[in-house]
């Protein structure tokens, strides 16, 4: 298992952008990557997920505007979030999902806030 510690959070203007960043203990070649975030009073959702191989999956909600992908050498994903919305206040955590036995390594999480 890995632990994930992810980074880049802030405060930003709508119409902003922001790149997280999730670095993982070691190295994350056979773990599926994603983003989840949980904004206040919500329950926790999926925002983006990449494969092992590189496919992408995104909620509608950022279709167009974030845009996730990982750097296996750094043992690093990034979410990079454009055109900023309000609604994507949140604190986001990314994950690291184990596809052998299925087990998940969580971070604590990185706050964004969207406000003029």
């Known amino acids: 298992q890995v632990q994930v510690v992810e980074s880049g959070g802030g405060v930003v203007q709508p119409g902003g952008s922001l790149r997280l960043s999730c670095v993982a203990s070691?190295?994350?070649?056979?773990?599926?990557m994603g983003w989840y975030r949980q904004g206040p009073e919500k329950q926790r959702e999926l925002v983006a997920t990449i494969s092992t191989r590189g496919f992408t999956n995104y909620t509608d909600s950022v279709k167009g505007r974030f845009t996730i992908s990982r750097d296996n050498a750094k043992s690093t994903v990034y979410l990079q979030m454009n055109s900023l919305k309000p609604e994507d206040t949140a604190v986001y955590y990314c994950?690291?999902?184990?596809?052998?036995?299925?087990?998940?390594?969580w971070g604590k999480g990185t706050l964004v806030t969207v406000s003029s």
């Open positions: 070691g190295r994350i070649l056979n773990f599926a």
């Open positions: 994950n690291a999902h184990n596809p052998w036995n299925s087990l998940d390594n």
